[in-house]
């Protein structure tokens, strides 16, 4: 193991500190009743929690109440709160916003994503915003990607891509705003991200750094948005992470939908990782062979980034893995959903994982 | 209009030769009993009818009594009759179909798409059959992808762009065999098949000429091999079917599947446009403003590649189309299916086309 991680690691056994997962999509309702106390069990116990409810969170009372919500619902664990860019995110707003304990704005670009339909048109005019969210030194997160426009050519393949001289321009007028682009994608995306300075990290999904588009053309529980893309910007997102860079780190992105809404004829978009994610990474890391980056991905270059306390396997209770096949359930139940008998299905549903947490 | 078509274009009807569909999937059972009286119902009487059913069309007899079961079907219609390559077509088997009446012999990469299973891995090995092929004046209709391998970079978005070089080798060797590259999807192979020579032609589905990615991303009724692609490619698809270039010609691969097959946790691939072909075809290219090469596109290009007898709207009996705002069906049913209340879903279903065919 390399000197900067306290991660123990035997043939059988990693003992590591609870991760941090820095974009987590926990719903409302039933399903934020089922997916919220998942949350530990999958290995985190520091969860940024993103704001694109209905409706969305757009001002610090809402993000506040919410947070209580979520802690009712899993009492261990720290939520980051955020708010969702909208014309009533006034400087005044952000004032309150930071005062209230509250850590970062997400903008959303107008209809790329569920629950995007208040998203952004044009970032300009929220300059104002920005730069007291830089006063208070809140964290701007991205979805970055460009509306699709065909007569412009964008598409959901390159809508990355496009997206990434809006960040350049961001970063260049606001250079001491801490910015995150969020589930990142692409080659171009990590290499835009590495170019940038020290304010500017990035986020990656567990299940893009598995996944391509040939995995979600035809499997809607594969499918999301951003789409998982070629083997080349697959293979990016890999060497990123075996690298150590310190800016980049775990966002799950997780985002749970009913069964039945995944299996329509118009599957909504989203991957559910929550409850198996930790397992999920440290099966995946040591494929990769690079176990001894597995913290720094999982807990400490995001907390580092998001300037939260150092936590480690010493000064803090730690979780164990244990080497075990462990089969992935094929769904999950959602109590109390108005369809009866609804259920999310995880990522890997029914495939095995190599590590499981061990439970005292 | 042009001198070379023997449409007749009013500002609300359209009269033109019955229609030739160089590629769709007939199926069996009771799904081909659906489908196949629609062939004329979308305004077409000659079809080139896909042989990968289950089994596949392997034999020249297997290919004629397939042929028998189509025409009880539709008595109207021309059946094109293929079959699948596979080791058993001997150069012997070559000749019996050649002499059975049998036009092409279909080529599936393995794995790529439905009932591809004993699809070909390695083409030399059947350079015997093509130079039987050639010998017999028989044509090859190839599903032009390699199969996704992410060790080597390919997936589904550049698996027909690395195939080209496979076609450009077969043209070489074999210049005299008549090569259909089928369901072009990427500029890449419009321009490829344009820089080959006359032996080389091309056929592009309705669908590919109207979606992109964005569009079967999160909608299964849209998903298809090869898939649609960037906004670029499907420019290219439609600017060399609005310059009328002789060697491009619809093949409209439609490919019905029960909406059970395509709404679960993995659909099927394949759009179904059989019942509203041309309609959907004459709604597009007025879009487009080149009704002019509506004829060639939808009969005489293919039939000139094929070595069919010219018609047109004088020497035999045309259709008329009529504008009406034309409501699709939300979908099909299935009779006699195992699952009771099947249906089949198609392309545009509930929305409207601007043209239909005028019945007597």
Same mark, same amino acid.
């Given at each position: ?17 609870? /991760?941090?997962?820095?974009?987590? =999509?926990?719903r409302q309702g039933a399903m934020m009743e089922t997916?919220?106390?998942? *949350? ?27 947070? #209580?919500?979520?802690?009712?619902? /899993? ?30 704005? !997400?903008?959303?670009?107008?209809? &790329? ?10 970032? @300009? ?24 426009? %065909? ?20 970063? @260049? ?6 910015? *995150?682009?969020?589930? /990142? ?7 835009? &991200? ?5 304010? &500017? ?6 299940? =893009? ?7 979600? %053309?035809?499997?809607? =529980?594969?499918?999301? @948005? ?30 749970? =939908?009913?069964? #039945?809404?995944?299996?329509?004829? !118009?599957?909504?978009?989203? &991957? ?9 990474? %440290? ?9 001894? !980056? ?9 907390? %580092?980034?998001?300037?939260?306390? *150092? ?16 089969? *992935? ?7 109390g959903m ?19 947490? !061990?439970?005292?």
């Open positions: 193991m390399v000197d900067n991680t306290s991660t123990k690691t035997s043939t059988d056994t990693i003992t590591l500190p609870w /991760a941090s997962d820095f974009h987590c =999509h926990l997916v919220t106390p998942m *949350v530990e069990q999958g290995g985190v116990r520091t969860v940024l929690a993103m704001p694109n409810l209905t409706p969305p969170l757009t001002t610090a009372q809402m993000a506040v109440d919410y947070g #209580k919500a979520l802690k009712l619902l /899993a009492p261990s664990v720290h939520f980051i709160l955020t708010l969702y860019l909208n014309p009533d995110l006034t400087p005044e707003e952000i004032n309150k916003a930071a005062a209230s304990g509250i850590t970062a704005v !997400k903008m959303y670009p107008s209809g &790329v994503t569920t629950n995007s339909d208040w998203g952004v048109v044009d970032l @300009k005019m929220y300059y104002r915003t920005f730069q007291a969210m830089q006063d208070n030194n809140m964290v701007l997160c991205l979805h970055g990607e460009c509306p699709s426009d %065909a007569e412009k050519g964008i598409c959901i393949l390159n809508a990355e891509e496009r997206f990434l001289d809006t960040l350049r321009e961001l970063h @260049k007028d606001f250079p001491r705003l801490r910015i *995150v682009l969020e589930h /990142a994608t692409t080659k171009a995306a990590v290499e835009c &991200v590495r170019s940038l300075g020290d304010t &500017v990290g990035c986020t990656i999904t567990a299940h =893009h750094l598995f996944i391509t588009v040939d995995d979600w %053309a035809g499997q809607p =529980h594969h499918f999301c @948005k951003p789409v998982a893309k070629f083997p080349s910007d697959r293979d990016a997102l890999r060497e990123v992470v075996m690298s150590g860079h310190p800016r980049f780190f775990l966002g799950s992105d997780s985002a749970p =939908h009913p069964r #039945k809404a995944k299996q329509g004829d !118009k599957p909504a978009a989203g &991957v559910f990782t929550t409850p198996i994610l930790i397992p999920l990474m %440290a099966t995946l890391f040591e494929k990769l062979g690079c176990l001894d !980056k597995l913290e720094g991905f999982i807990s400490t270059n995001g907390r %580092a980034f998001y300037q939260l306390p *150092v936590i480690n396997s010493v000064n803090s209770e730690p979780i164990t893995l244990i080497r075990s096949a462990a089969k *992935v359930p094929d769904a999950f139940d959602v109590k108005e369809s009866e008998g609804e259920t999310v299905v995880p990522f890997m549903s029914g495939k095995e994982l190599a590590w499981k947490i !061990k439970t005292s």
